[in-house]
């Protein structure tokens, strides 16, 4: 998917991206406060070189639990250093040990209680730390367009790490949908699910940004909330509509896909339709497959935007985004990152 199109002009400089997990820092915000009671012991984990379900492993080997007993809100990549959240069901008279865990990938920051296991999506957001190494290119053009993208949002695409190694989870969803492959493993179909919606997302939205109206409402476009997962369908476009884009509360979503009865309708509708006539593969697998039609946003709007110079041709930026969107979908529109070569 390194083929998109952008939003606002493209990358201005190219820069090495992770030369380090320090350079990729990411922490987690709920979307509740745990209450300090229950059975399960929430744990504000810090990993450094693991992903998420390394942490799952672990905590379960250690505190001899089963896997599905373990509850986190969102998947986190493992080159990076991320603070997150993990629930353990484990009994309330019973003495956790937490320094049981700790080594030099992982620390525990914050422990608490709570009465309810932790679920996938129950975030608030994540805010960013990242350091993008070797710049080429102009500071001061690289300002002036972080700048003139300050207050703009951003195409809210799905990038790579979706996909799996060079897009080999679309490879495998063709495969399971034509039937050439038995895929048992729940978490693997999921995967391969994932990555044939996320696919057909992305080539929508694309088109969208190719017409230059992703980030505007056109008829019979769905709108989803900013704030949540709620949508409605618009028959035209209304001066309400366009300010409340504008003001982002609200933004045209796209499908992904699955059964179940389509919102869109007219131009949006003519759009989805041209792009799923291509991938028809795809799109009729996730619907054999029982899939449910959801709605994505089609906009991220980046918050808390800050960024400085560190040894002239080193550049941090930290920033927030809600949950559902990709970091490095907005960098692709600063920078155009590569990771570094290890000799």
């Known amino acids: 998917m390194t083929d998109l199109p952008y939003a606002w002009g493209g990358p201005v400089a190219t820069g090495v991206l992770r030369s380090y997990p320090e350079d990729f820092q990411v922490t987690e915000q709920l979307a509740f406060e745990p209450s300090g009671q229950g059975e399960h012991v929430y744990l504000f984990i810090e ?21 599905r ?14 603070r997150q959240w993990f629930s353990i069901i484990y009994p309330i008279k019973q003495l956790f040990n937490g320094a049981a865990i700790e080594n030099e ?17 129950t975030l608030k957001g994540n805010e960013f730390r990242i350091r993008i190494r070797q710049i080429d290119g102009n500071s001061v053009d690289i300002d002036q367009h972080l700048n003139h993208l300050k207050n703009k949002p951003i195409p809210n695409y799905y990038t790579e790490q979706r996909f799996g190694n060079q897009g080999g989870n679309i490879n495998k969803a063709l495969a399971l949908f034509n039937k050439e492959i038995k895929v048992k493993q729940r978490q693997l179909k999921g995967l391969y699910y994932s990555a044939a919606r996320s696919y057909l997302f992305n080539l929508i939205l694309a088109e969208r940004v190719n017409a230059g109206n992703w980030h505007q409402a056109i008829p019979g476009d769905v709108m989803q909330f900013c704030d949540g997962q709620s949508f409605f369908a618009i028959d035209k476009v209304t001066e309400d509509i366009r300010q409340r884009i504008d003001g982002g509360f609200i933004s045209p979503a796209g499908p992904l896909w699955g059964q179940g009865r389509s919102y869109s309708s007219k131009e949006a509708l003519a759009i989805e339709s041209k792009v799923l006539a291509d991938w028809q593969v795809l799109s009729q697998g996730l619907i054999d497959h029982k899939l449910n039609l959801n709605y994505r ?5 980046v918050k808390q935007l800050a960024w400085n ?10 920033f927030y985004l809600k949950r559902g969107s990709y970091a490095t979908a907005y960098l692709r529109e600063i920078i155009n990152t590569r990771t570094p070569i290890i000799s």
């Open 47 to 67: 990993k450094r070189c693991l992903n998420t379900q390394d942490v799952v492993k672990q905590l379960a080997k250690i505190y001899n639990v089963k896997p």
């Open 309 to 318: 110079w560190f040894d002239d041709n080193d550049l941090i930026i930290n």
């Open 297 to 301: 946003h089609f906009c991220m709007f």
């Open 105 to 121: 990938a992982l620390s525990i920051l914050k422990q608490t209680r709570h009465d309810k296991k932790l679920k996938i999506g």
């Open 69 to 82: 007993d373990i509850g986190y809100a969102g998947l986190k990549d493992r080159n990076a250093v991320t």
